[in-house]
């Protein structure tokens, strides 16, 4: 089954995350099928969803995980001047 979910890019004490469309029996930076968005947590920066790929993804059967789940609905709620804090 394909899983809408974070993968861990940055430093050490610097996280960012990739949104990505990967196999749930994939390793959390395994291989990716398609990237769709990034998230920064300790900065300011806004958070980039592509929503149309979201939406592909999902029409063809994948299943977000909770904590993208959270970040898309913040995501259309706020458009792309949406900036996600802690």
Request: hydrophobic content about 30%.
């Amino acid at each position: 089954m394909v899983k809408i979910r974070l993968k861990r890019i940055g430093a050490k004490k610097s996280p960012s995350y990739r949104i990505v469309a990967m196999e749930e029996k994939v390793k959390r930076d395994g291989r990716v099928i398609d990237e769709i968005g990034h998230y920064h947590p300790k900065t300011k920066q806004p958070t980039f969803v592509n929503l149309s790929k979201i939406d592909d993804w999902v029409k063809k059967g994948a299943q977000l995980t909770t904590t993208v789940n959270r970040l898309v609905e913040s995501y259309r709620k706020g458009g792309e001047k949406n900036e996600t804090t802690r």
